[in-house]
């Protein structure tokens, strides 16, 4: 695993799929006591409510999180990932937005596969994954 994800490495995401993925991520961590947070959480969780509320903005997903976190982080939307993909679709499929969670963290890992050539992936929409040419 890098120590820092690739920063050349983009996928663009439906802003709906990212709000509802960060809303399970921020709310399952909320729930937890305060110890069992994870350390980094206070100095990060506004910026990702600020993620899952206004759309259209540049989203590096591990901005100021230690090399360390980033797995915690990965296993974290992964899990919400999972939690929203059992919860059913309430009101739209999950399977988009858990589709785009499991993405993220293997764009964390640096496992994210490549696109095909000339494009880049777009994860979170109806339908499911599919490919967009670079803006």
Known sequence: MPDR????????????ALSLLLGEVIGTVERL????????????V?????QATVSDLYFD???ELDAHHHD???RLLEEAA??????????????????????LADLIRGTLPEPPAG???????PG????????
């Open 46 to 50: 506004e910026d990702l409510r600020v």
């Open 119 to 125: 494009t880049l992936w777009f994860y979170g929409a």
């Open 61 to 63: 997903l591990t901005d």
């Open 82 to 103: 999972e939690r929203l993909r059992h919860r059913g679709g309430e009101p739209d499929d999950p399977e988009p937005v858990a589709e785009l969670g499991h993405a």
């Open 72 to 74: 915690e982080f990965a």
């Open 128 to 135: 499911g994954r599919s490919t967009i040419p670079p803006v």
């Open 5 to 16: 994800p690739d920063p050349e490495r983009e996928i663009w995401v439906y802003d709906r």
């Open 33 to 44: 006591p305060t110890e069992r947070q994870p350390a980094w959480w206070a100095t990060h």
